[in-house]
């Protein structure tokens, strides 16, 4: 059991000797070249200041790694992205915004982070301050810098700009579709301090400490500068707007061997401050960074801007709003259009309501200027009969007196009496309903006894009314809707117009024609005379109202009989009759049959 135990003692100590005298091989071989590992640094203030602030960490990393030699290249941010993506470098040292965006793309990872005197932690180093001048009482929250001018470093200063922009568009005010004017004044950030102070902006974002620096070095008096929107945070010996983020990570390139990338870790992590303060810490979690790209669809999250609705909202936000502008402005003007449609729909049915009722008014006038025309023959028309009663009762009376009057000549004259009273009222009765008010009535009925009619009531009213002849060309009982007192009153007026126009003609060649025919499936009426034969511009007038061609004639009847048969879907016309001389008024109307 002893001797076992002697044996693995003894074979432990040769295997830790051999492997000690395999690792110390290489360095023992004078002629072996270091190796040389590749840093590139974010130079955003140029490569001078790159070289002032990482300089040394080359050499400190060389002397504690042996066998290892290595450089440092300062690089603007695409040029360090693009060195990355062509595997040039090694390792890499750059802000916490880029690092993001390269471990998103190019596999990254951070092996140390940045620890500078002020800062609370590895995950708590860096934040944003916006300075204003301390006059401006006027600027004390966020959104107090809704349109002013706003100075920054660069759009992709992370202190001095991105942690800044996602606290403003936490309270609405979206830096980067204009909410705020942003002046961009380059590096060195103290440039951004300075246009606040010559008044070319209203305030800087800067990242935070610069105040306290700047004020430490002379080169500003800090009483002259406040903090907008200042947050308290314990422990952290600089003013801010903004909560802390991680600061600057030292990341190995992706393929790099891991057993380097293990030395380098322990190498920074073992190092002293430098002489400005500068350490190193474990590896800091960028979480908060991940969740700033993210709220500002930056970097890895720079598809959100087309693929989600607040991104397109975002970048379109102008565009929508002068949609959605435009789509109220359709809607209220067709709300608008629908408002006069009615009221102009009201008015006109008003407008039309009085326009029927000036027309029924005419109608009526009308009427009753024709009956005023042939009162005189009217007043004959009824002296007639009662001329005749009365010298039937006188006759009576004389015979009763003496005593010469027997039954059947009192029942002879009684009824003579009674067929002339007869006579009397049926005049009475065709001028009342000719010329009485009544509200206009449309019905179906034979348009034949309509034209009867109306012949009738001529004839009564004009004892010496030239023969009328009617020619009804249409199948029996053909019917119309419409309002026939109207068609009476048109035919009466083209009638009473034939038989005056042929008045100085000898009686033998007087004659009214009444035509009914169907032509194209609508009914056709059409009233002819012989009389004298006038000029082209004369027919073209005949229905403008007030032109007439005799003496004592309002001009209004034509006009009037024009709108009745219009207003029953017809048109009146006039032409010379063939052969001539003479005219023929004829007009056109639905019937009953083409109706259905």
Request: charged share 20%; hydrophobic share 45%; aromatic share 8%.
């Given at each position: ?172 005010v979206d830096l980067e579709v204009g909410d705020a004017r942003l002046l961009f004044t380059g ?80 190498a920074l992590l073992s190092l002293p401050p430098s002489a400005s303060g500068l350490a190193w ?316």
């Amino acid at each position: 059991m002893r001797f076992r135990l002697l044996f693995f003692t003894a074979l432990s100590l040769l295997a830790t000797l051999a492997s000690w005298v395999a690792s110390a091989a290489p360095a023992a071989t004078p002629t072996a070249a270091p190796a040389t590992v590749r840093i590139g640094v974010l130079a955003y203030r140029g490569p001078d200041e790159a070289v002032a602030s990482w300089g040394e960490l080359p050499d400190r990393l060389s002397a504690a790694i042996p066998g290892r030699r290595f450089v440092m290249q300062a690089y603007g941010g695409q040029e360090l992205r693009e060195a990355v993506r062509k595997g040039e470098l090694d390792f890499v040292l750059a802000n916490s915004s880029l690092y993001v965006d390269l471990a998103a793309q190019f596999g990254i990872q951070r092996i140390a982070t940045v620890m500078l005197p002020e800062a609370l932690s590895s995950e708590r180093a860096i934040g944003s301050a916006i300075l204003t001048l301390a006059s401006r009482d006027d600027l004390t929250r966020l959104t107090d810098l809704r349109g002013m001018r706003i100075a920054v470093g660069a759009p992709d200063a992370f202190g001095g700009y991105l942690v800044a922009a996602r606290e403003f568009q936490r309270v609405g005010v979206d830096l980067e579709v204009g909410d705020a004017r942003l002046l961009f004044t380059g590096f060195p950030m103290r440039l951004a301090v300075e246009a606040v102070r010559t008044g070319q902006a209203d305030a800087a974002i800067v990242r935070t400490c610069l105040l306290e620096q700047l004020s430490a070095t002379g080169l500003l008096k800090s009483e002259e500068f406040k903090v907008v929107a200042q947050r308290p945070i314990a422990g952290f010996p600089c003013a801010a707007s903004t909560p802390l983020y991680p600061d600057w990570p030292f990341a190995a390139a992706r393929g790099v061997d891991r057993h380097l990338a293990k030395s380098v870790a322990m190498a920074l992590l073992s190092l002293p401050p430098s002489a400005s303060g500068l350490a190193w810490d474990v590896p800091a979690d960028y979480q908060s960074v991940n969740e700033l790209y993210r709220e500002l669809m930056l970097g890895p999250y720079i598809d959100l801007r087309t693929s989600t609705f607040r991104g397109v909202l975002r970048n379109y936000r102008l565009f929508i709003l002068a949609a959605l502008l435009l789509f109220i402005g359709i809607v209220v003007h067709a709300i608008r259009v629908e408002y006069l449609v009615k009221r102009r729909t009201i008015e006109l049915r008003a407008a039309q309501a009085q326009a029927r009722d000036l027309q029924w008014k005419t109608e009526h006038m009308a009427r009753l200027s024709v009956l005023g025309e042939m009162s005189g023959t009217l007043a004959h028309e009824l002296n007639q009969p009662l001329t005749t009663i009365a010298a039937y009762a006188q006759g009576m009376e004389r015979r009763c007196a003496a005593g010469k009057a027997d039954s059947t000549l009192i029942t002879e004259t009684l009824r003579e009496i009674f067929a002339q009273t007869e006579r009397a009222a049926g005049v009475i009765r065709r001028v009342r309903n000719f010329a009485g008010k009544r509200a206009a009535a449309r019905e179906v009925r034979p348009i034949a006894d309509t034209v009867r009619e109306a012949i009738g009531l001529l004839s009564t009213l004009m004892p010496d009314l030239p023969p009328v002849v009617m020619d009804d060309r249409l199948p029996p009982r053909t019917l119309v809707e419409a309002d026939h007192l109207q068609l009476q009153q048109v035919l009466l007026n083209l009638m009473k117009n034939a038989a005056e126009a042929m008045r100085e003609l000898p009686r033998f060649r007087r004659t009214i024609n009444v035509a009914l025919y169907r032509v194209d499936g609508s009914l056709t009426i059409a009233v002819s005379d012989h009389g004298p034969q006038v000029t082209a511009k004369t027919l073209t007038r005949f229905f403008e109202p007030f032109f007439t061609t005799k003496f004592d004639g309002l001009g209004l009847g034509l006009a009037i009989c024009k709108s009745i048969i219009e207003a029953h879907g017809g048109r009146l016309q006039v032409e010379l009759r063939d052969p001539p001389p003479g005219l023929v008024f004829h007009f056109n109307l639905p019937d009953k049959r083409n109706a259905k």
